[in-house]
């Protein structure tokens, strides 16, 4: 607006203040000033529009809507209120009303230029492909201006993308795209870069590769000038797809004949190689090997260029690249894999992998560049490989403890290269329980002294011994699964934090102390250790997961909350995010990001994670409140919870954890497998769709009122749910809980026999942890859970037929009620017993009571809202049957079953929760009393530092421990209070 | 120079590989929220590079813009962030994702090739001077205070490209300058 040329419009003088309020932040004097402006000039729309914006962010959106609507329908074309319109749509995220907008002023205006431009970047918005088309080839013919022919190509490639039927793509929206440019091609008139990068995409996306390889080697490639190497890319690509391996393998070579340290050229190199020795094909006698210069088909010619390389590396006086030394042990690996004895004839895989160590061992990557090729070497030859490794280590003199230490940085390197190695070759694993604690002991002296050599690191720099650190905790971590001894966890806990003191921003060591924790049921230090990590945006789905499986399971409910939102957030941000950059990039040319932009967008909504933190926050907010600060109804209607919709996209769910976030060395078959990983995403999905199903039932809990037949309410709470229910036409039957229970009941089918069938399949200890869902089915809680979700269906039946005709109903409701008391009297039996436990000089961790007791809770909850609905029906079905007793002047006939049982079941409900509530408060007295100071516990070293570390990370477990009993206690307590509202 | 790598166009997949904690130790690498990453791909998609080591790591990566008036002679390339993983440091990869930049900024025409850098960070100061970039102004407090740590000034350091046949933009200038001084 600023650039509008000298003579100021007198209106845009008006308006400035108002602008500068909203700029401030200051929305209650933009409405006023909008106000006062707007009774001197009542025809100055804009005026309106700006108030609207201060009424949108004061909270007044309807006002503000209405207001809006009231300009819109004028169909301004001044650019002020335009603008103003736009940003005020977009605050109110509805972008697709910016659309009429513009299609409106383009109609009044049919030249603007600028309106035309608004009104594909309106569409582009809401992504109405068809219509940018449209708009696109509008403005071309306006203004002649290549981009705008272009954004019309590129909103068809879009369609084509879209589209849910293939075939339509390839027979009509690719073609007509690929038709549109050539006739540009044609007419010579292709100008930019862009414009042949987006020719390059319709090409290759109709699987045009022979046409797409003329494009890029002819002229018009020629203007792929951005990218480096962006001609020769294209090439290679296309070369591959089109399987001309002459081409491809003389380009290859060429490339590294130009830069010898580029990988993937090896690979095509190796890669066409092959496939021609496959093919017998020989050179051509005369002329050419290919269009790409010489080609080589044979083992040995392969063998030559590779030895070449190597040779001119030795003759380099500066240092040596690595790219030629690997590629001989790549060469070598290929030709194992063929069978071919010409492997031989380039050297002795273990002296060679020697040889790169003696050359890059003091590299860090030494261990990632050896580490795949180690499958070379036999295992018989593991020792002696490691051995010929650690001698080639400069260490100083064996010390006093039996060390030998290194004396720079180094030859520290080199030595925990060579332990990286041997780790990786299973020969730490292979250790006896002996030799395991020798090597721990190795370790940590060499991670103290390697921290002499970080004296002057900064805090955000690690230190350089820090992997020792993590090495030691992870032969813990081994001999911890090997004898099951708790003393050694908790060494590897004090290990672990004594790291930390000392590399404050040490991400490593943070996770593993967080896992850890973790695994002990201990949440609270967790929750600062993540903190610290300073986990940012995409960060919150790819290892959010580590936060929001333990802390709710662990009854640390506030920060469960917390975790979720944090996540929340970040997903929430993306759509606005994304949207404006693909509008950016049809700005700027950048055509194939705008697909992929997309397709970040999608892969965030579809996220695993957003909807396990999106059901899984719901539910707290249900446990926490529900019937207690609020009724369910109301709860549920606040979280604007739709039972009847499923909102979470099964089909396309997209597990993007980060399952590798933890640094290993452990030998392959201790490495998290493909399987793994299927079976954890399958796992995960279950027990969602468990959680998803709890919730939608809650949901629909809510919304029932008793039938129309039934006679009036008889408490005004009652009558007031029922009003509430039908003004919000929430109301549900529970005829529509029919279908989620037994999706319910499938599900926990399928889910049992998961756990049955993988329950001896356990991940690795580094790898995703395990969900809540072998816990839920072993302690009862789903099962228990489904019986209280089925009554209302039962009790409905019972509303219904009335209380005279029923007793076979009756008696079976009854007997429900006795089935969820022993139920939950079983679950309840589960919890008993100290969270920490100390016997014979051991100190015991068993979290699985605290997790079972969550479980406990989560059920009471979900059995209390079905209660509540019982007692609901029950109550009227009570005092109509008294009037008529009244009336008939009966004294003593027999209670109904189903009401005396119900008085039976919530008598035994508040018996069970006073006694949970003991058994916790005898729990957290036993864990106070505990004084871990002054416990001699076994197997705890003698050294004062070492101890202090270790105390302090158990008395972190025990915080923790009394922490998550309180708020499992108070929630108790809350809900045993609610229980005076079921009385009948 | 041994780097042994693949370079190729940072892409949106990227910035989940990004966040691995296990190559990058901190967050260095997400130091900027998305929108931030979507802008420099929505514009300069070719000088937004990372480099991947064989097993599919991200090893590193460079992003940077071409910005400035061509007529004043101040068009230029800008490096807004390089990062190297520790585990792949020392080995001169970070010289290399330079060296295509620079190359990158010669093909737009560019006069010079410039970046900031804290005062303290001596060992960056000293990476880029080995690659022949030197200090053409001090800009006062350009990084704002965090984490407890005051405001500090940055080196506005530049490497003439060859359309700068004279090497006029980078005589340093004698005074330093305040941060809303500069382009």
Sequence with gaps: ?????????????????????????????????????????????????????????????????????????????????????????????????????????????????????????????????????????????????????????????????????????????????????????????????????????????????????????????????????????????????????????????????????????????????????????????????????????????????????????????????????????????????????????????????????????????????????????????????????????????????????????????????AAQLSRCLGLQHALSTDGKLALIHELRAHYRHGLQFGTSCLKTELQFSDMYCLMAAHVYIDLWIETGKEHVLWQCLGLLEEGLAHSPSNAQIKLLLLLLFCRLGAFEPVVDLYSSLDAKHVQHDTIGYLLTRYAESLGQFAAASQACNFSLRFFHSNQKDTSEYIIQAYKYGAFEKIPEFIAFRNRLNNSLHFAQVRTERMLLDLYLDADISSTLEESVKNMSLCPEEDDIPWDSLRDNRDLDVFVSWNPKVQQLSKEHRQLSLEEESLWLRLRSLTLRLAGCLSGLCHSPQAPPPATPHAQRNAEKSAENGVASKPADMQPLLGQLERTLGQAAQFTDKHAHQQYPFLGPPPTRLPQALANGSCQCQLVALQLPLHVQELETSGLDQSAELQAQIANLFKSLTVQLQDMLNKCKGDLLEVTDGRCRAQPSLLENLVFFVETVCVVLWVSSHCSGTLRPLKSSLQKKKKKKKETSTVTPVVLSGFQEFTASLQTLLSQAVEQIQDQESSLTALKLEALSLEGLPQAEDERTFIKAAMDKVQSSYLRSLQEVGDLLRKRADTLKSLKI | MAYMTTLRGFNCDDLFKFNNMRLFPYPLALQYGIPFYLQYLAHWPEYFVVAEAPGGELMGYIMGKAEGSVAREEWHGHVTALSVAPEFRRLGLAAKLMEMLEEISERKGGFFVDLFVRVSNQVAVNMYKQLGYSVYRTVIEYYSASNGEPDEDAYDMRKALSRDTEKKSIIPLPHPVRPEDIE
Excluded at chain 1, 10 to 31: Q, S
Excluded at chain 1, 76 to 90: G, V
Excluded at chain 1, 299 to 317: D, H, N, P, T, Y
């Design chain 1, 1 to 417: 607006m600023a650039a509008r040329g000298h003579v100021q419009d007198p209106n845009d003088r008006r308006l400035r203040p108002i602008y500068d309020y909203l700029d401030n932040g200051n929305n209650k004097m933009a409405i006023q000033q909008a106000e006062k402006l707007l009774k001197k000039h009542r025809d100055l729309h804009c005026a309106k529009v700006l108030k609207a914006i201060g009424l949108q962010r004061t909270g007044k959106q309807d006002e503000a809507f209405t207001l809006a609507q009231e300009v819109a329908g004028l169909e301004p074309t001044d650019d002020n209120s335009l603008q103003a319109l736009t940003i005020l749509y977009r605050e109110m995220h509805r972008p697709e009303l910016v659309t009429k907008l513009y299609e409106a002023a383009v109609r009044k205006v049919p030249t603007s230029e600028e309106y035309h431009s608004h009104l594909f970047m309106a569409y582009a918005r809401v992504g109405e492909y068809k219509k940018m088309q449209q708009a696109g080839m509008a403005l071309y013919k306006i203004v002649p201006k290549n981009p705008y022919y272009f954004w019309s190509v590129m909103s068809l490639v879009m369609q084509a993308i879209s589209a849910q039927d293939e075939k339509l793509s390839h027979t009509m929206f690719l073609p007509l795209a690929e038709r549109m440019v050539e006739k540009m091609v044609k007419e010579e008139k292709i100008e930019a870069e862009a414009e042949v990068q987006l020719y390059f995409m319709i090409l290759e996306r109709l699987g045009k590769y022979a046409e797409a390889l003329e494009v890029v080697r002819g002229q018009l490639g020629e203007k792929l000038t951005s990218e480096l190497q962006s001609r020769e890319n294209k090439c290679m690509f296309l070369y591959g797809r089109l399987e001309q391996w002459p081409e491809c393998n003389a380009l290859s070579r060429k490339l590294l004949l130009k830069n010898p340290d580029d990988w993937q050229f090896y690979l095509s190199y190796f890669d066409s190689l092959f496939n021609l020795i496959d093919q017998s094909w020989t050179p051509p006698e005369e002329g050419n090997h290919s269009a790409e210069g010489e080609v080589h088909c044979s083992v040995a010619q392969a063998i030559g260029f590779v030895e070449e390389r190597l040779a001119s590396e030795e003759v380099k006086e500066t240092r040596p690249l690595r790219g030629p030394y690997l590629a001989r042990l790549e060469l070598i690996s290929r030709l194992r894999q063929r069978g071919s004895p010409d492997e031989q004839q380039l050297g002795e895989p273990l002296e060679l992998m020697f040889q790169y160590f003696v050359k890059f061992g003091d590299k860090p990557c030494c261990f990632t560049d050896l580490k795949v090729f180690l499958h070379l070497l036999s295992p018989d030859h593991y020792v002696q490989f490691v051995n010929r490794l650690t001698e080639a280590v400069p260490l100083g003199p064996v010390g006093e403890d039996g060390v030998a230490l290194p004396g720079d940085t180094r030859a520290l390197q080199r030595h925990l290269g």
